[in-house]
């Protein structure tokens, strides 16, 4: 088993910054693609950021690309996503993710392919 938890969220004003944590713990894979997604309320839950094991292979969301950066620190098992230049369509509870395994023939992954879910993180952005 992988437990995921997220950090971070909390109310901003547009145009700011957050970075959001991802610390995982339990069972290690030797590959693995790490994901970010969103959900809004009455939306369905879409995926924003995601990076391959090594972090060579990263995906963005048009609505982030540009804004959004994905990247973790190995050493502690740390997934983070930095957040800039917020806009009040950005608010959302934020969810980290885990795919064990290679890459498969789906990239960025799909949501039904990720084996790990962190219980979410809400984002917040005013106007």
């Known amino acids: 088993q992988v437990q995921l938890v997220e950090s971070g969220g909390g109310l901003v004003q547009a145009g700011g910054s957050l970075r959001l944590s991802c610390a995982a713990s339990?069972?290690?894979?030797?590959?693995?693609?790490m994901g970010w997604f969103r959900q809004a309320p009455g939306k369905e839950r879409e995926s924003v950021a995601a990076?391959?094991?090594?972090?060579?292979?990263?995906y963005y969301a048009d609505s982030v690309k540009g804004r959004f950066t994905i990247s973790r620190i190995y050493a502690k098992n740390t997934v983070y996503l930095q957040m800039n230049s917020l806009k009040p369509e950005d608010t959302a509870v934020y969810y980290c993710?885990?795919?064990?395994?290679?890459?498969?023939?789906?990239?960025?992954?799909?949501?039904?392919?990720?084996?790990?879910w962190g219980q979410g993180t809400q984002v917040t952005v005013s106007s």
């Open positions: 993710a885990v795919r064990s395994g290679v890459i498969g023939s789906n990239w960025p992954p799909p949501l039904y392919e990720y084996d790990y």
């Open positions: 339990g069972r290690t894979f030797s590959t693995y693609t």
């Open positions: 990076a391959s094991w090594s972090g060579g292979i990263t």
